[in-house]
């Protein structure tokens, strides 16, 4: 019995792995590159820093998976990330593992990067992010930053925006998005946010005060600021139908 489970172990293996690909690209030298833009539908997209000069993309899924690389402009690369045609009519394809990919964007420590990411279901994820333009687009896809610096935009149907530590400025345009941003620093002049259902839970380091404009047919405010006009202040603005806005101090 146990040799005949390893059998069908292996065979699984030995399937999976015929079914799949691996493409990756190497730029030696990371300052050429300055902005990334990518299209995909399921694909997880990973980024994390490394030490050295060196830029490189990993894709890992299926064969069938078609990727479409522009890298002619050295300077702004362009990748694209498709299921084949009688796949992408089948909706169903969407939220099946089977087609699901993932994306590793390796770059080094430092590095600042011009990010315009669009992607129907799956996630992005980094644990360090520096980019004065990082725009997102996705319907069900969550964006999931521990140390973000700079702007950023998200558009999302029900997608999630989770950041640790940000240093920056945050707009998103969501309808029953979640946003929770733990510890928000100096530096974060502009937080815009627009929802019809999505809570948004915030926390304000020490010395940070915000400015608040608060617009919502239903949804409650909780805030322990009483702000004076002579503080240094971030402006937040959260327009919405029943979303709650949660803000704290840290």
């Known amino acids: ?7 069908f172990a292996l065979s699984f293996n030995a399937t ?6 691996d493409w990756d690209h ?7 590159v300055a902005s990334l833009q990518i299209e995909a539908v399921e694909t997880v997209i990973l980024i994390s820093e490394q030490k050295g000069k060196v830029f490189k993309i990993e894709f890992r899924g299926m064969k069938d998976h078609i990727i479409d690389f522009n890298n002619k402009d050295a300077k702004n690369l362009s990748l694209k ?18 087609y699901q990919s993932q994306l590793k964007i390796i770059i080094p420590k430092g590095k600042k990067l011009s990010l315009n990411v669009s ?3 799956g996630d992005l994820v980094a644990k360090r992010l520096i980019s004065d333009d990082l725009n997102f687009q996705t319907v069900s896809g969550n964006l999931n930053i521990r ?7 998200f558009n999302s149907v029900s997608g999630d925006l989770k950041i640790v530590k940000l240093y920056g400025d945050v707009e998103m345009n969501t309808v ?3 946003v929770v941003i733990q510890k928000i620093f100096s530096g974060s002049e502009q937080l815009k946010f627009q929802s019809v259902s999505g809570n948004l839970h915030l926390g304000f380091q020490r010395g940070v ?8 047919d239903s949804g409650k405010m909780i805030n322990p600021f009483n702000v004076s006009k002579k503080k240094k202040k971030s402006k937040l603005i959260f327009a919405s139908m029943s979303g709650n806005l949660n803000i704290y101090k840290n």
């Open 26 to 32: 190497i730029i030696n030298d990371a300052s050429k």
């Open 16 to 21: 999976a792995s015929k079914d799949q690909q």
């Open 209 to 216: 005060f915000p400015n608040i404009t608060f617009d919502s």
């Open 1 to 7: 019995m146990r040799s005949l489970l390893l059998f």
């Open 176 to 178: 029953s998005g979640q």
């Open 81 to 98: 990330i498709k299921l084949p045609k009688k796949k992408t009519a089948d909706l169903a394809n969407f939220i099946s593992q089977k």
């Open 147 to 153: 140390n973000f610096k700079g702007s950023m935009n």
């Open 119 to 121: 992607n129907v279901s």
